[in-house]
């Protein structure tokens, strides 16, 4: 781990050994280059794979292409599961998940963060302390809790018991602790409300943390994989995780379907990431992970 | 940051009428559409393993047969894959409207004794004689004196081979009298040129232990109790893991792989011999790679006693209208039904009444086959916890085939763990 | 930087003034409950008392079907004496979260480090290594079974070079190895991430200087790199090393706990319990265990905290 063996390319950085310095950058990228290729090489497999015949999957061994592309893979993987309905069914979880854990976060924080009430620190300790809590502790009386609800099998079990967390509120919070009081009071002597200043001066201050707390449960809600397990028990109410794991207990060796699946269901997350980079970084950085 | 506040203030009221919408979507979908069948439904809903083409076109194949004495018969559908099939029907079945009819093995009906009513004296109002129907599969559906289900096919584990293959390396078919030794040889002279003699799953039931040790008269369950610490049995699972790490006539299984795993190294061609059910005979006559003929299960002796375990229907204790439930189920085991689907997918019917319309058109050699079986054998009985068993031999298995782990320390690490 | 509070009132900034004549305290209370409620109704229900329950439920010997029988503590006693499992799955859980940790914030900061010194390429592939985190799970634990089986992928290539690949997931020195792996490349692209944040503050006239100063490149780090980033790794050390006392969906998926018990983790020895064996009253203890576990672990990085990170700079 070498932290400046190449030369720092930064403008400011002055004038320094040019020649060196470019052929140590070439030497990095190429280097990083072998290293990014390899660390997608999953996909690019998976994306492969999802393109043989069964019988070839194994048969071509490191072959990328099989005799033919078969791209009748996704057509069976679409017919084999109802997996249209999955893949909606994974959308409403991971927006409505992602909408409501950023809601309640925004309202917890702003609490937090502009009013005095008693208790208030160590009501927020308590429930920062929660931040470490791992959600698999609570998924047997949770479960209990939604069977007796009767909501066993629908989506609501799968959005609302996790929109709570305490990371949303603590990243939100720790934003609005940064941000100067001038326009609240100027707006509070003006004689607006308190949600008036948080609909019209808050809000669109805390773009970033939001869409930082929003990317981030839209990707656990998408990803989630035990809950589903537990609370979903027939195939076309899951989400795309659940369905992918029904289907492999279902074609064992399936493995060009399954993979084409796979893929279907690698793409979403995908196009969020690309999208959103820039909010993801600004956020990370801006939102206290980083930033001061 | 955004300077633009109209923007993102209507980003957020975007945001904030998507919740609203959403969250009312999500509630609106958990109501009859998600939650199952109502009350009313629930008595023709049937919750079941229905993972592979195979399940799928069995149970469509149930349907259609009762839909041509009853045209406006129907019979909803909802389920897993048959290894998750254990754990969620419970959870399933635990939860508001679920289904009214739960399918069950033989082998299992000890494990999902609180779920399934008693049918008892809704069989006496139908006028349902239990004698009728195979004795095995009575009896290994019978729990605590009560019947807990009405079986449909009663499977005589058997071992399907392929007579190419045979034929290729120049030997016999095996004969009603297979011995352990013939298969053996048998096994090594088809092992070769990346075919193995025998494909075989990572599974318990599924795999071929139980169903050696059968034909012995080796028994994994003594009185109701877990008894596969037995040296007979412990025994016939070396046995069983021999084959792979001593003798090399079968690969060996990874730990994650499920029975069809195996199932597809016989259908094409890359395996001589696999155990399986009944239930498979229609998928692995049309689908494999050359001819495939059914024999018996080795034994020492060459007279073996079969392991059987076929399924049948039962009603939730939970069902709201068990009458109704078991008026459906009534229409799906009639002798008419159980013959069509014993004629198009090789399930062996519990009804004498339906054996000639499952003869059907198959070899003669298969039937007789499979009648000499049925002859003589016992219904695979197994303990409350067999789940866990199951779980954990899977998990261990995969130790034994490669012959890290003896079968004496595999079951009796199981044994333990499952107590 | 992120500060995660200490506990004392000194970490929690006031709130600002209210304005005088508008909003007095009682009325600024009711006002903030009003905010709170969601949040704080959904923290009672979804969290406070389900975490009860769960220590209530351990007392129980409590199936899916039919009526739970109090047992008091006989589910933890079975746990800790006569389960034969439940030892081997704590030891593997350890020995997956150290492993993982170390491995994760190791590789994270060197790619991060990497990353930040290849000029304008470095936001491309820092997305690049954060995709894995962002695609499901189960996804990526069905490719790297796929690639890891006894005739995948990696063993062809390695036959390519002449190398009889061994059984990936098959063989119970290398199943918990290979889990690791494929966790890792699911997991670093997260700190790379918040690492890489943390390198950009540091400011490069501060380094500058240093290498005037006559500083090498190790110097550099230990000196200001190092403690101008310590905030950062800290909370990158408590997530991860909660994150990995939840694995669940690799060995699930790729091993099945197998082979033997090497693979066996605690979430899917609890979800076994509970939902394969019927024995939900076992898993609450089990899962109270896990609290307990994560709660000490937790606690430990705190008090330690203060040796290491620097929060003033």
């Known amino acids: 781990m070498t932290t400046d063996t190449l030369t720092r390319t930064d403008p400011q950085t002055g004038k320094r050994d040019r020649s060196r310095g470019r052929r140590g950058r070439i030497i990095s990228r190429t280097a990083m280059i072998v290293v990014g290729l390899g660390f997608i090489f999953p996909f690019i497999w998976m994306l492969a794979t999802s393109l043989k015949s069964t019988e070839e999957v194994f048969s071509t061994g490191a072959n990328f292409l099989g005799s033919h592309l078969a791209w009748s893979n996704y057509n069976t993987a679409w017919t084999l599961i109802p997996f249209g309905r999955i893949i909606v069914n994974s959308f409403i979880v991971a927006l409505a998940g992602a909408l409501l854990t950023t809601t309640v976060s925004l309202l917890s924080a702003y609490a937090f963060a502009r009013f005095r009430f008693r208790f208030r620190d160590r009501l927020f300790l308590l429930f920062l302390g929660t931040l470490v809590l791992p959600h698999e502790v609570l998924v047997i009386p949770l479960y209990i809790m939604m069977n007796k609800l009767g909501l066993v099998n629908s989506l609501v079990a799968l959005i609302v018991p996790f929109a709570f967390g305490a990371f949303g509120a603590f990243l939100i919070r720790q934003f609005l602790l940064t941000l100067p009081l001038d326009y609240e009071e100027a707006a509070r002597i003006d004689g607006a409300g308190s949600f008036r200043i948080l609909w019209s001066i808050i809000l669109p201050l805390v773009q970033a943390p939001l869409a930082v707390v929003g990317v981030f449960s839209f990707i656990d809600y998408w990803g989630s994989f035990l809950w589903p397990l537990i609370v979903i028990n027939d195939n076309t109410q899951g989400t795309i995780p659940l369905g992918l794991s029904m289907f492999s207990g279902e074609r064992g060796t399936d493995w060009g379907p399954l993979m084409a699946a796979s893929t279907l269901a690698v793409l979403p997350s995908l196009v969020v990431v690309i999208v959103l980079q820039k909010q993801l970084v600004k956020g990370i950085s801006m939102g206290g992970l980083g930033g001061r | 940051m955004s300077r633009n506040l109209p923007a993102g203030r209507t980003v957020s009221a975007i945001a904030f009428s998507a919740v609203a919408a959403l969250t009312l979507a999500g509630c609106g979908s958990s109501g009859a559409a998600a939650s199952g069948p109502g009350a009313s439904s629930a008595a023709s809903a049937m919750y079941t393993w229905i993972s592979n083409e195979n399940d799928r076109s069995q149970w469509q194949s149930f349907i259609d047969a009762a839909k041509k004495t009853d045209p406006g018969f129907n019979l909803t559908l909802e389920g897993p894959s048959f290894p998750d099939y254990w754990t969620k029907v419970k959870t399933r079945e635990a939860s508001p409207g679920a289904p009214c009819i739960i399918t069950t093995q033989g082998a299992r009906a000890q494990e999902l004794k609180d779920l399934l009513a008693p049918l008892d004296d809704l069989a006496k109002k139908n006028n349902i004689d239990p004698s009728k129907y195979n004795q095995a599969m009575i009896q290994g559906m019978t729990v605590d004196g009560k019947l807990r289900a009405i079986p449909y096919d009663a499977a005589p584990f058997v071992l399907y081979y392929n007579k190419d293959l045979f034929q290729a390396a120049g030997l016999k078919y095996p004969t009603e009298n297979y011995t352990r030794a013939q298969f053996i040889s048998d096994a090594k002279a088809l092992t070769k040129n990346g075919v193995y003699g025998l494909s075989l799953p990572p599974q318990f039931v599924n795999g071929p232990a139980p169903a050696l040790a059968f034909a012995d008269g080796h028994y994994p369950v003594k009185d109701g109790n877990l008894d596969i610490t037995n040296p007979d049995f412990v025994k016939d699972v070396q046995f069983t893991f021999d084959l792979v790490n001593k003798e090399h006539v079968a690969q060996a299984p990874q730990a994650s792989d499920v029975v069809d795993v195996s199932q597809q190294q016989f259908m094409s061609g890359q395996a001589a011999m696999t155990f399986g059910g009944p239930w498979m005979y229609q998928t692995f006559t049309t689908k494999t790679k050359g001819t495939v003929g059914v024999a018996v299960i080795p034994s020492t002796s060459g007279n073996p006693i079969s392991m059987i375990q076929g399924s049948g229907f039962g009603i939730a204790a939970s069902c709201q209208d068990k009458e109704a439930a078991f008026a459906n189920i009534m229409k799906i085991t009639t002798a008419d039904v159980i013959g069509a689907v014993g004629a198009g997918h090789g399930n062996v019917p519990t009804l004498q009444a339906a054996m000639k319309a499952w003869a059907g058109t198959k070899p003669a050699a298969d039937v007789s086959t499979i009648e000499t079986l049925l002859k003589n054998g016992k219904p695979l009985q197994t303990t409350k916890n067999w789940n866990q068993v199951e779980t954990l031999f899977t998990q261990y298995s995969v130790e034994g085939f490669r012959g890290t782990k003896s079968a004496e320390t595999i079951l009796n690490s199981v044994a333990n763990s499952a107590k | ?313």
């Open chain 3, 1 to 313: 930087m992120i500060v995660l509070p200490e506990v004392n009132s000194e970490a929690m900034p006031a709130a600002p003034a209210a304005a005088p004549e508008r909003i007095q305290g009682r009325a600024q209370g009711r006002l903030a409950a009003l905010y709170l409620a969601p949040g704080m109704l959904g923290f009672l229900i979804f969290i406070i008392i389900p975490l009860v329950s769960s220590l209530a439920i351990s007392l129980y010997k409590w199936p899916l079907f039919g009526d739970p029988e109090f047992v008091g503590f006989d589910n933890y006693a079975s746990l800790f004496s006569s389960d034969p499992v439940f030892w081997t799955v704590l030891g593997n859980t350890l020995v997956f979260a150290v492993c993982y940790t170390v491995l994760n914030l190791g590789i994270s900061l060197g790619l991060a480090t990497w990353l930040h010194h290849i000029g304008k390429w470095g936001p491309f592939f820092r997305v690049l290594f954060f995709i894995p985190v962002v695609t499901p799970m189960t996804a990526n634990a069905l490719v790297w079974r796929l690639m890891l089986s006894d005739n995948g992928v990696v063993n062809s290539g390695l036959a390519g070079v002449g190398i009889h690949g061994p059984s990936w997931l098959s063989d119970s020195n290398l199943a918990m190895a290979s889990l690791i792996a494929m966790s890792l490349w699911q997991g670093i692209g997260y700190n790379i991430f918040v690492l890489g944040a943390g390198l950009s503050n540091i400011s490069p006239g501060l380094l500058e200087a240093a290498t005037i100063d006559g500083a090498g490149p190790w110097q550099r780090f230990y000196r200001i790199v190092f403690p101008m980033l310590s905030p950062t790794l800290f909370f990158c050390t408590v997530m991860t090393i909660i994150g990995s006392f939840k694995v669940f969906t690799q060995p699930y998926l790729l091993t099945l706990g197998g082979p033997g018990e090497s693979t066996n983790t605690i979430v899917l020895y609890l979800y076994r319990n509970g939902f394969s064996f019927d024995k939900m009253g076992y898993a609450s203890s089990l899962a109270w265990i896990l609290f307990v576990i994560v709660m000490l672990i937790t606690a430990l990085q705190f008090s330690q905290q203060k040796r290491w990170v620097n929060y003033d700079n």
